[in-house]
């Protein structure tokens, strides 16, 4: 499998001589997803983060989804200050630099979602993380700041409460059951995929969890209240 580095070199031997040419706008690339197949070349970090067009191939996966591709015929997506997009972008290779934003109706998420990512994620408060540990684990030895509890023992028939008793037992929203911005954890992942387990029969299918959960996050020196 060729990593996007490695696409980029082969790329660059063909089309060295073109200067880099790199779009921003998302009104052109709307238009042109039609037409083109999208190759995300971005980091995991990114897909985690900002989430990636459904449909669209991994640059690694570039020729072995399909192998009959051509360059003529993809768009390339490509992280901000990435060295690599200077090398793949030119005339003859479209890419995309710009915010997946405008396209939010199609997008997608990795269900599972790292240190580095959930970190951003919680800065920005872009999810709702739900620890399903019991709730004398959150005193000792602590929770990540910024989560919710329900207990795995109560799910799934938490989220079968009327919205208005789940906001005031619970103090948040109940997600939307499409809903692709809750994160799962616990001590160290577990349980979590025990409440996914529990709660897709319900039709909450875009669930995601922090595998590491509470244990990574304290090995890696996330904040602990």
């Given at each position: 499998?060729?990593?996007?580095?490695?696409?980029?070199?082969?790329?660059?031997?063909?089309?060295?001589?073109?200067?880099?040419?790199?779009?921003?706008?998302?009104?052109?690339?709307?238009?042109?997803?039609?037409?083109?197949?999208?190759?995300?070349?971005?980091?995991?970090?990114?897909?985690?983060?900002?989430?990636?067009?459904?449909?669209?191939?991994?640059?690694s996966e570039y020729?072995?989804?399909?192998?009959?591709?051509?360059?003529?015929?993809?768009?390339?997506?490509?992280?901000?200050?990435?060295?690599?997009?200077?090398?793949?972008?030119?005339?003859?290779?479209?890419?995309?630099?710009?915010?997946?934003?405008?396209?939010?109706?199609?997008?997608?998420?990795?269900?599972?979602?790292?240190?580095?990512?959930?970190?951003?994620?919680?800065?920005?408060?872009?999810?709702?993380?739900?620890?399903?540990?019991?709730?004398?684990?959150?005193v000792n030895p602590?929770?990540?700041?910024?989560?919710?509890?329900?207990?795995?023992?109560?799910?799934?028939?938490?989220?079968?409460?009327?919205?208005?008793?789940?906001?005031?037992?619970?103090?948040?929203?109940?997600?939307?059951?499409?809903?692709?911005?809750?994160?799962?954890?616990?001590?160290?992942?577990?349980?979590?995929?025990?409440?996914?387990?529990?709660?897709?029969?319900?039709?909450?299918?875009?669930?995601?969890?922090?595998?590491?959960?509470?244990?990574?996050?304290?090995?890696?020196?996330?904040?602990v209240v």
């Amino acid at each position: 499998m060729r990593s996007a580095r490695t696409l980029a070199s082969s790329l660059l031997l063909s089309f060295c001589s073109s200067a880099p040419v790199i779009y921003t706008d998302s009104h052109w690339l709307s238009s042109s997803v039609g037409e083109k197949t999208v190759i995300d070349a971005r980091s995991d970090l990114s897909r985690q983060v900002s989430g990636y067009l459904e449909g669209s191939i991994l640059a690694s996966e570039y020729h072995q989804e399909d192998p009959s591709i051509g360059l003529d015929g993809v768009i390339f997506v490509v992280d901000d200050e990435d060295d690599v997009a200077e090398e793949i972008c030119s005339e003859n290779v479209l890419c995309y630099r710009g915010s997946l934003e405008p396209f939010s109706d199609l997008l997608t998420f990795p269900k599972v979602v790292d240190f580095n990512a959930l970190s951003i994620l919680l800065e920005e408060n872009r999810i709702v993380l739900v620890d399903v540990r019991n709730s004398s684990e959150l005193v000792n030895p602590g929770k990540i700041p910024g989560s919710f509890n329900i207990p795995l023992y109560e799910i799934p028939e938490a989220f079968s409460l009327e919205p208005e008793q789940f906001l005031e037992k619970y103090k948040f929203q109940l997600p939307a059951k499409d809903a692709q911005n809750v994160v799962l954890t616990c001590r160290s992942g577990r349980r979590v995929k025990i409440a996914i387990r529990r709660l897709e029969p319900l039709g909450f299918t875009q669930l995601r969890s922090y595998d590491g959960s509470f244990r990574d996050w304290v090995a890696r020196g996330g904040e602990v209240v």
